[in-house]
């Protein structure tokens, strides 16, 4: 599966931005789909997960504030971020994985396909 996220850019603090991840193959959408993050100097961390049935996840520092949602016609995965901060500054990335069990599911390492990250300014 291929992987293709768009919808970063440059918001004030308590802005809101849509990313979006378009997975192309037959099979997308009985794919796990996730979002990580990468700030500079850091490494990459989990945001947000939607399973291939719906089940969703997401890390403490956004529950509340971003949601992810897949799109099984169209084979696209979305993170709505709300109430940014300028702790939420990184490179985004979209990921996708059959088969994750719940544990590794927040690792980076246990997903095979990422796409390439796109870049969330948030300014104070």
């Known amino acids: 599966v291929q992987l293709q996220a768009s919808g970063g850019g440059l918001v004030q603090a308590g802005g809101s931005l849509r990313l979006s991840c378009a997975a192309s193959?037959?099979?997308?959408?009985?794919?796990?789909m996730g979002w990580f993050r990468q700030a500079p100097g850091k490494e990459r961390e989990f945001v947000a997960a939607v399973r291939s049935g719906g089940l969703v996840y997401y890390s403490d520092s956004v529950k509340g504030r971003f949601t992810v949602s897949r799109d099984n016609v169209k084979n696209t995965v979305a993170l709505q971020m709300n109430s940014l901060k300028p702790e939420d500054t990184a490179v985004y990335y979209c990921?996708?994985?059959?088969?994750?069990?719940?544990?590794?599911?927040?690792?980076?390492?246990?997903?095979?396909?990422w796409g390439q990250g796109t870049l969330v300014t948030v300014s104070s």
């Open positions: 990921a996708a994985d059959r088969s994750l069990i719940t544990t590794t599911l927040r690792d980076a390492r246990a997903w095979d396909y």
């Open positions: 193959g037959r099979t997308a959408r009985s794919y796990d």
